[in-house]
């Protein structure tokens, strides 16, 4: 039985449902001053995000630094209030619950942080943290409940001996594997994983990405990747949602975006990953001007136009529309399918800024 196949079942959907859909997601910061503190601004970190994940496959979200894309990831699962839109989960609007019933609906939603070691509590043992999950929500007995946690730590490569260690007597890929099997714990359908990998070396990365890959497999998971690394996220995405400055630049599967990048801010990105050879590109990289806006004040019209090489004036006053399909680009000049750009140079083009 195919992932996706286990995931509808798991899901209880017809093949072509979403699992989830997050329409115009907004999260914005209140920055107060003055003597009352009044709210004079407001930080957009996550600026009216759309996209759909569907049962058993891997989106991965990608951007620079500060973007808003592991801001988005909690405010899907309630970590973080939205301010506005929509978050649909299991048909509900997660945005929209109380305590009581987000509490329900977090058995089928889960998250694996950056930093493990800060996710764990330092004073509890491993097994105490993998059977929390299952003792607060009366799902097992004591006794059931430690038998699922050697279950589970031999699911993620670790033996039974670890239940009795602290987290910081663990590495920290044992750490990572450790976060993982906890959210596991309670069976989810969907799990937001969050720069898992970034924080570990490259040969431990690999094996924590077959690992997740194997999971997803075995257990018909599916995922929202949330990283800046390229080559993670092309490892184990399906498809890839490219985010700046809280909006999504472009959205198409792995192999179509990286064959052929309709937006300059997804080309700059695949030009900054690491080739293997770089002496065989076979194109200059596009130069990228200036410092990423300020997200208190985000430019007008398109948020990248004052850092896009190709950017002319409608792109300072008119806002893009992420549009395409199954290959969707918020940009009103996309660069040509299967050309690389005209210039690479970061001079003005027709008319535009450098």
């Known amino acids: 039985m195919s992932t996706a196949t286990k995931a509808l ?3 209880g959907l017809r093949e072509g449902e979403p699992l ?12 107060r001053g003055g003597i009352f503190s009044r709210q004079v601004g407001s930080v957009r970190a996550v600026d009216g995000v759309s996209f759909e994940v569907f ?7 990608v951007g620079e630094s500060g973007c808003g894309k592991s801001t988005t990831g909690r405010a899907i699962i309630r970590l973080e209030d939205p301010s506005a839109g929509a978050v649909v989960f299991g048909g509900r609007d997660l945005a929209s619950l109380q305590s009581r019933a987000l509490r329900k609906v977090r058995l089928d939603l889960q998250m694996v942080f950056q930093d493990p070691y800060s996710s764990l509590n330092p004073q509890k043992r491993v097994g105490d943290l993998l059977a929390e999950p299952l003792t607060a929500h009366g799902r097992v007995s004591r006794k059931e409940a430690g038998r699922k946690v050697v279950e589970m730590l031999e699911r993620v490569g670790l033996s039974s001996q670890f239940r009795s260690r602290y987290p910081h007597e663990l ?21 937001v994983l969050d720069e898992p990998v970034s924080a ?4 431990i990365q690999a094996q924590v990405l077959n690992l997740l890959k194997d999971l997803q497999r075995d257990l018909g998971l599916t995922y929202i990747f949330i990283s800046h690394g390229l080559g993670a996220v092309k490892y184990i995405s399906d498809r890839i ?12 599967t792995t192999a179509e975006l990286f064959a052929n990048p309709r937006h300059p801010y997804t080309e700059i990105l695949l030009d900054a990953y690491p080739a293997p050879n770089p002496h065989l590109r076979d194109k200059e990289r596009i130069v990228v001007q200036g410092d990423v806006p300020n997200a208190a004040n985000p430019p007008s019209g398109c948020v990248f136009h004052t850092r896009c090489p190709f950017a002319r004036e409608k ?3 008119e806002v893009p529309q992420l549009e395409g399909g199954k290959h969707a ?8 399918v299967g050309r690389p750009p005209a210039s690479a140079t970061g001079t003005t083009t027709e008319g535009g800024e450098a």
């Open 9 to 11: 079942e798991k899901a």
């Open 200 to 203: 570990l070396d490259v040969s």
């Open 55 to 61: 049962p058993g496959e891997t989106l991965g979200i």
């Open 329 to 336: 680009f918020a940009c009103h000049f996309p660069l040509e």
């Open 315 to 317: 792109c300072k006053t």
């Open 171 to 191: 590495s920290g890929g044992q750490r990572q594997r450790v976060g993982i099997a906890r959210a596991l714990m309670l069976d989810p359908t969907l799990v």
């Open 241 to 252: 949602a490219v985010m700046y400055l809280g909006k999504i630049m472009e959205t198409a």
């Open 20 to 31: 989830l859909s997050v329409q115009d997601l907004k999260l914005h910061y209140p920055i």
